[in-house]
């Protein structure tokens, strides 16, 4: 009885330990409590802001060579804000890689050089270090990339900027990647042009 116990007295805290190393590499390294949690993001369309148009007022003020004296109405400068020509200029649809994976990408712009990721109708599995990245797909791997930022979400719509100056047939397909594991849970081949 003894034995049986010096030896439960040493396995209980070994055993212990065994499994909250475990449990720290299936949580802490692994992330797998993301497998169980979507984080769902419906950003609205992005806005393109056109510099706005200030109409001065007529400065010329009549004199009046009365004594008495009058007031002018004068009028306050008008702003006139001018909506933006929002243009597609590429768009695909996402197709299953790793996980599954659906939903579109666009990339909008205005004529400016300011351009911006529209991803709509997004439903993927979430993981951990999900990146938002353009690829250069000739290349058949991930090597030649721009980083647009972390996945804001597994379900839903939502914008990234698009780098001034990307050349998007270079850079034509958007790829939902995984940088902890090197895996691409899915991507979107951009067209030039809308759907």
């Not at 002018?72 to 929002?86: F, G, H, L, N």
């Amino acid at each position: 009885m003894k034995r049986f116990l010096s030896n439960y007295k040493l396995s209980v805290p070994l055993l212990a330990v065994v499994v909250g190393g475990l449990a720290w590499v299936a949580f802490g390294y692994f992330a797998i409590q993301t497998a169980f949690v979507d984080d769902e993001v419906n950003e609205a369309l992005p806005s393109f802001e056109v510099a706005p148009v200030t109409n001065a007022p007529d400065t010329t003020v009549a004199v009046d060579q009365s004594p008495i004296p009058t007031s002018e109405a004068t009028s306050a400068p008008t702003t006139q804000t001018p909506q933006a020509q929002i243009v597609t200029e590429a768009s695909g649809t996402f197709v299953s890689r790793e996980h599954h994976t659906s939903g579109s990408a666009s990339v909008l712009g205005d004529g400016s050089g300011r351009r911006v990721l529209r991803i709509e109708d997004l439903d993927t599995s979430n993981g951990p270090d999900l990146n938002v990245y353009l690829v250069n797909s000739s290349t058949g791997d991930v090597s030649d990339f721009i980083d647009l930022g972390d996945l804001k979400g597994n379900i839903g719509d939502q914008n990234y900027e698009v780098p001034e100056g990307t050349d998007l047939t270079r850079y034509d397909t958007v790829v939902i990647w995984c940088v902890r594991f090197s895996s691409a849970f899915g991507d979107a081949r951009l067209q030039p042009g809308a759907p």
